[in-house]
C-alpha cells in the first residue's frame, strides 16, 4: 500500500458508478438459507437475461456466482456415482456414444451389454475406462 497526500492508494480501479448501483441494489453477503440462494440465483438470472452484459455485470456476476457455489459446497449433497451409473454420466458430459468406448471392450456390443447391465465390467475394461475419462479405475467398482 502506498500512502500519497494523506490518502490510501491500494492499485485497484475504482468502480464505476453502474457497479456501485448493483452492489447497492442488490448487496452480495455470504448465503445463509434456501431463501437467500432463490434470491441470489434470482437476481443472476436477471442479469443473465439482458442482451448487452457488460464487464461490470460480469464482475457482479462472479461475485454473485461465488457466494452461490460457496453455500452449494456447504449444503448441497452430491451423489456420488459409481460404476455403470458413473460411465454413463460421463459419457453424457463428454457427448460419448457407446461405439466410441469401443477400444475398451471387444466390440460394441459388450459395451452395450455393460451399460445396459448385461453384463459386469472387467478389470481391464476399467483400467481402461479410467485412462479413457481420466479417473481413478476403482471408481468404476459398484
Known sequence: ??????????GLKTPSS?????ITTFPPRPITCEAELTATQNRI???LDKKNITQDDRDYLNVLGTLVY????KHEIMPVL?????????MVEDN????????????EVQVSEILNGERE???TQMQKLAE???????????
Open 1 to 10: 500500500m502506498i500512502i500519497r497526500l494523506g490518502k490510501i492508494t491500494t
Open 18 to 22: 453502474y457497479y456501485m448501483e448493483l
Open 45 to 47: 438470472n436477471s442479469i
Open 70 to 73: 460457496n453455500y452449494e459446497q
Open 82 to 90: 459409481k460404476g455403470v451409473k458413473l460411465l454413463k454420466a460421463l
Open 96 to 107: 460419448i456414444e457407446a461405439k466410441d468406448l469401443v477400444r475398451i471392450s471387444e466390440n
Open 121 to 123: 465390467m472387467t478389470a
Open 132 to 142: 479413457f475419462f481420466h479417473v481413478s479405475a476403482a471408481a468404476f467398482l459398484e
